[in-house]
């Protein structure tokens, strides 16, 4: 248990220094865990996604546990291994086109002759799942996803890196 | 259903706008010309809105279908469509102004996605219908202002915007908390349906309380009697941004204050409204002396705004309807003018390289233009006929002097107003005098800034100034129409809950 605690510390102190370190560190508990429990959370906030259709759950939640997952992963490996699995995307860009990708949504009710944000679902047949609920309002939901995705992701990446953008 | 989607353009444009550039971060020339674009195309609409608004009534949107007291509404009414056009048209000058002086770095670092966000959140307070989407709107406007204000991160920007983002936040709190007691009293936020409720119960104790406490809130945003944050925070952001915040951020508040005060809390006119006019008044008296009393351009002007509020809010506490189309009046005048002066004194400063006035003089011989632009704003502030402050100023003033009688008398209020007007005069006059005239202390060689591309602004808003003043008679009418809705709430009203009153 105190290995464990101390192996969440000395990840903390490389996620915030980087690379800077030289010294060795056995992470095994850790980085096992991870591997596991990151899974078990990615899943986790598809479930919650999709449930707050109609339950608590949601974009917003969705989207947010989702970036703790990610956010575990940097604190266990580092920010360039993590970073180097995923697509080169910035962060910044995921959130407003989540947030772009919301709006333009709502406006799609204004191009039908409808009031701003209205949604519509129908009921269809698909071939696996059978008869299923299908929502306009699941699309803006993907943009909150993103949106919130993408500003939580931003702040932890700004933190992790120790150098200032602004030219003096 | 009622719906008219076109209400809610003046708050998408910015806001897809500012995405749209936020993508394109590193292509500057790309997000100028979005800008321009975006503002136009706000002015085009809103223009649009005013004619149908004139023609057809109060204008309503139920966002996503739901009805009025249920859902969220957008409602233009004449005194937002007004805003709403002139908020455009500010938003152009001052990104014009931009281009020739905010520098590269701040460009490349979301200045104008920031500035289109800002603009969203002023559109969205000016359009809603709901005291809860109030506060988001106040939100989305005041994040915005942080990141523009601390943007650079010199010194004194970094120390002001402390102080600004802890004055917004407490104040921020206590609008919500104030929400949160009306919700309980009246269990509604709707504005329309709030006027009904609380007309319904003839507002008792417990509602003047919470609209005081509404009250200070918005007093502390708009720098009414509380302003005691603004003078250092708007003289710390670079100029385009020192002028929209001057023109645009303060005016929300009292837009807020011409809400609440006119459509909601009006039947205990001798608390709430007496306490507005005291408000007024010291706030008057407090920035003219200000205004006076400095020697440095930068706070001569945040001091100005101070006053142009207490004027504003004064035509509010008389309350009667033609004090009312006063206000309104005045308030656009303000909005345009205080724009131009940020403007100008930013030029002024960027030339001498200095804002402090005893180290400047004879601007006039290398710059005749700016130096006249001064002028005229100088003359229009102070209430000189036939520029554009006499018309809000003669009303509020006439109608300050007749209401003796009939309430608890305004004579002092239109004696003050009259003394803020003399206090406003002389303290541009003061720049005018040791700014424009004397000894040219600088050949046009040693400058320390050019005016290349920031001309063209001020100009365009001295044109509006003058048109505004001018063309009074042609104007009149939808001032009329915006002051009759706010003297008549059922109008409002009427056009909100059409289904369920």
């Known amino acids: ?130 008869e299923t609920e299908l929502a306009t309002s699941v699309i803006f939901d993907v943009g909150v996803a993103l949106a919130v995705l993408g500003t939580a992701l931003s702040i932890i990446y700004t933190i992790s890196e120790d150098m200032c953008i602004w030219k003096r | 259903m009622i719906m008219n989607n076109l209400v809610a353009f003046p708050l998408l444009i910015p806001l897809l706008a500012g995405l749209i550039m936020a993508i394109y971060r590193k292509s500057i020339p790309f997000q100028r010309w979005f800008s321009l674009f975006s503002f136009s195309l706000i002015c085009i609409i809103s223009f649009y809105l005013i004619q149908q608004v004139s023609i057809e009534g109060i204008q309503i949107l139920e966002l996503g279908g739901w009805q009025a007291p249920f859902g969220i509404v957008l409602v233009v009414d004449m005194l937002s469509a007004l805003l709403l056009m002139t908020t455009g048209f500010i938003g152009l000058t001052c990104v014009l102004f931009a281009f ?71 104040s921020s709190t206590l609008f919500l908390v104030g929400i949160a007691y009306l919700y309980a009293v009246a269990g509604t936020l709707n504005m329309a349906h709030l ?69 909601i809390f009006y039947h205990q006119l001798e608390i709430t409204h007496t306490l507005l006019g005291v408000m007024a008044a010291l706030t008057m008296l407090f920035g003219g002396i200000g205004a006076v009393a400095h020697w440095d351009i930068r706070n001569i002007l945040a001091y100005n705004v101070i006053i142009g509020v207490g004027f504003i809010v004064s035509g509010v506490a008389i309350f009667t309807p033609a004090s009312l189309i006063g206000a309104t009046y005045y308030f656009i005048h303000d909005m345009v003018m205080k724009a131009l002066l940020f403007l100008l004194g930013g030029t002024v400063i960027r030339i001498v390289g200095s804002n402090k006035l005893k180290e400047m003089g004879g601007l006039i011989r290398n710059h005749t233009l700016l130096g006249w632009m001064f002028f005229i704003a100088a003359l229009s502030l102070a209430g000189v006929p036939p520029l554009s402050g006499f018309i809000g100023k003669i009303l509020i003033i006439q109608e300050g002097l007749a209401s003796g009688a009939a309430r608890a008398g305004f004579y002092w209020l239109a004696a003050i107003g009259l003394l803020s007007s003399l206090m406003v005069l002389y303290s541009l006059m003061k720049i005018f ?54 003297v008549n709430p059922n109008l409002y009203i009427e056009a909100v809950l059409r289904e369920v009153v």
């Open chain 1, 1 to 130: 248990m105190q290995n464990q605690s101390f192996g969440i510390l000395r990840g903390l102190r490389r996620f915030t220094e980087g690379s800077v370190i030289k010294i060795k560190i056995n992470d095994v508990l850790l980085q096992t865990v991870t591997k596991v429990a990151s899974f078990v959370i990615l899943t986790f906030s598809v479930y919650l996604f999709l449930a707050g259709h109609h339950n608590p759950g949601g974009g917003f939640i969705g989207g947010l546990v989702v970036a703790a997952a990610i956010t575990l992963l940097f604190l266990a490996y580092d920010v360039k291994t993590v970073r180097a699995g995923f697509p080169p995307v910035d962060f910044k860009v995921l959130a407003v086109s989540g947030v772009l990708l919301a709006v333009i949504t709502g406006m799609g009710a204004v191009v039908f002759g409808k009031p701003f944000l209205s949604h519509a679902f129908g009921y269809f047949n698909l071939p696996l799942f059978g």
């Open chain 2, 100 to 170: 020739g002086s905010i520098g590269e770095e701040r460009e490349q670092f979301y200045f104008y996605p920031f500035f289109q966000f800002l603009i969203t959140g002023v559109n969205g307070s000016f359009l809603t219908g709901d005291l809860f989407n109030l506060f988001v709107c106040f939100e989305v406007m005041l994040i915005s202002s942080y990141v523009l204000i601390s943007l650079g991160g010199n010194k004194i920007q970094l120390r002001e915007s402390i102080k600004y983002v802890v004055i917004n936040t407490i």
């Open chain 2, 195 to 263: 006027s009904v409720r609380v007309a319904e119960s003839g507002q008792p104790g417990i509602l003047t309380t919470v609209a005081v406490l509404l009250l200070i809130v918005f007093s502390l945003k708009s720098a009414l009697f509380l302003f005691f944050w603004l003078p250092g925070a708007y003289s710390a952001p670079p100029t385009a941004i020192a002028a929209i915040f001057g023109a645009l951020l303060t005016k929300v508040g009292i837009y807020a204050i011409f809400r609440t005060s006119t459509l």
């Open chain 2, 433 to 486: 005098i040791n700014g424009f005239w004397g000894e040219t202390l600088l050949a046009q060689d040693m400058e320390k800034g050019d005016t290349k591309g920031l001309l063209l602004p001020c100009v365009l808003l001295t044109a509006a100034g003058i048109i505004w003043g001018v063309g009074a008679e042609i104007f009149y009418p939808f001032v009329e129409q915006a002051g009759e809705s706010m």
